[in-house]
């Protein structure tokens, strides 16, 4: 069965303090995973993906295979990031469908 | 930069009628798609469109539901009989053939459907 989970729906910090939002999956394979970012009021758009291995806006996220794992990371946070954050996952042969977690609301406060 | 459009913004209908929701993809994506969000809920996979015919679908997508390129732009959703648990935010999403491969979606603003 495909599935993500992310065990908190709200994670609340301070600025400038470091941000984890966890990710988990199950899927009989190698998935592909992302992170979509929803601002308020604005489109979900993607945010990163594991194949990139690249850093956006400060965030990182390392795929760990043996724990099945995709958590996202940002050192210092900003009140610019206060968002609500999916992840997500699809197969890795192309043309897809995503399956989405059911997001954590990161809330950064000053 | 090009961005996936959807009409209208909401939508109230009765339980009963029939609503098509519209999405103008990205002019040059190949791929389309539909995913749905009860409120408090997560983002579902509804159907995927490719070469003019539907590639995948997911159980959600029974025969009340059906989609539709019906020209170079429009990709269209529609519901012949919503029912109350129908209501919800949709949302269209496109791809290009070379993203395809790292399934990069573009997602449109949604449209939220509430049945009454």
């Known amino acids: 069965a495909q599935r993500v989970t992310q065990p908190e729906k709200l994670l609340s910090v301070f600025k400038g303090a470091p941000v984890e939002l966890k990710c988990n999956y199950s899927y009989s394979g190698s998935p592909e995973l992302f992170w979509y970012v929803q601002y308020s009021r604005q489109r979900l758009q993607l945010l990163l993906r594991h194949i990139s291995r690249e850093s956006i806006k400060g965030f990182t996220a390392d795929l760990n295979k043996g724990e099945t794992s995709f958590h996202l990371k940002k050192p210092f946070a900003q009140e610019e990031d206060s968002a609500m954050y999916y992840c997500?996952?699809?197969?890795?042969?192309?043309?897809?469908?995503?399956?989405f977690g059911t997001g954590t609301r990161l809330l950064v406060s000053p | 930069e090009p961005e996936v459009t959807q009409t209208p913004s909401h939508q109230v209908t009765q339980m009963g009628q029939e609503v098509i929701l519209r999405c103008v993809p990205i002019s040059n994506h190949l791929y389309f798609y539909w995913y749905r969000q009860i409120l408090g809920q997560k983002v579902e996979f509804l159907v995927s469109?490719?070469?003019?015919?539907?590639?995948?679908k997911s159980e959600i997508f029974d025969d009340q539901f059906s989609v539709e390129r019906p020209d170079g732009s429009n990709f269209t959703l529609k519901i012949r009989s919503t029912k109350l648990e129908d209501s919800a935010m949709y949302f269209c999403a496109s791809s290009t053939r070379d993203r395809a491969i790292y399934n990069e979606q573009f997602f449109g603003p949604g449209t939220r459907l509430t049945v009454l």
């Open positions: 997500a996952l699809s197969g890795s042969t192309g043309f897809q469908k995503l399956v």
């Open positions: 469109f490719y070469n003019n015919e539907i590639s995948e």
